[in-house]
């Protein structure tokens, strides 16, 4: 009896070390860290002219209730000589290494909207049609012929299949003094990773201010008529 004794007493004080042990590894991380907020001065959204001077209105910061626009850093790549969309970030980290960010989106040139018309069609290599029209497409110009469409495809499948903004063919068209149209940038789409074959049949009809087009992609035809207005 002696011995079971002896033999439960240390097995409980033994338990009792290994309890002991295993409290007094676990950490509890009790620090507090105060997240940086962002606000951005004026609109989230700015249409500047090409050719002018942009002067970004910046972005204020808060920690803790106080001010701390110091941290903000901005990645500002706005270029007026050329037309187009731009994104100005601001950062700033607070000393723990949380980050927070914020941006604005700088569309430079002249606003216009590119109504895709009747005549828009997208032809297949086995010669299947499909007829499309009455979607809006963001075009801007530099005032001297040359614009940026936001989906060469005339939103087929960024607003027609409803696929989104990763879809659209994004580039820049010339109208030349002929008033033919050239491609003269763009072209890709990020959500396949790819991009147009050819650009044909390039025209601008000022009486009726449309540009129309043939966009070679994916062994398909994309003829679109786009208004401007």
């Known amino acids: 009896m002696k011995k079971i004794f002896l033999y439960g007493l240390l097995f409980f004080t033994a338990s009792l070390g290994l309890m002991s042990c295993d409290d007094s590894d676990q950490h509890t991380d009790t620090r507090v860290t105060n997240y940086i907020s962002l606000k951005v001065n004026g609109d989230a959204v700015v249409y500047v002219d090409a050719n002018t001077t942009y002067t970004d209105a910046g972005c204020t910061a808060e920690l803790a209730g106080e001010d701390a626009s110091d941290k903000v850093v901005v990645d500002n790549p706005v270029n007026t000589s050329k037309i187009g969309p731009y994104t100005v970030v601001y950062s700033a980290t607070n000393s723990d290494g949380f980050s927070a960010s914020a941006t604005r989106t700088v569309y430079v040139?002249?606003?216009?909207?590119?109504?895709?018309?009747?005549?828009?069609?997208?032809?297949?290599a086995a010669g299947a049609i499909v007829n499309w029209s009455g979607f809006n497409i963001e075009v801007l110009t530099d005032g001297n012929g040359l614009?940026?469409?936001?989906?060469?495809?005339?939103?087929?499948?960024?607003?027609?299949?409803?696929?989104?903004?990763?879809?659209?063919?994004k580039g820049f068209l010339k109208v030349n003094a002929d008033n033919t149209v050239s491609l003269a940038g763009g072209g890709n789409v990020v959500g396949w990773g790819?991009?147009?074959?050819?650009?044909?049949?390039?025209?601008?009809?000022?009486a009726t201010n449309t540009i129309s087009y043939c966009v070679v992609y994916a062994n398909m035809d994309f003829n679109v008529v786009l208004t401007l207005k």
């Open 109 to 124: 040139g002249k606003p216009l909207t590119g109504a895709v018309s009747d005549g828009s069609f997208r032809k297949t």
């Open 147 to 169: 614009y940026w469409v936001e989906d060469l495809l005339g939103g087929y499948y960024e607003q027609r299949a409803g696929y989104g903004a990763n879809y659209s063919m």
């Open 194 to 206: 790819d991009a147009y074959d050819a650009f044909k049949d390039g025209k601008f009809n000022p």
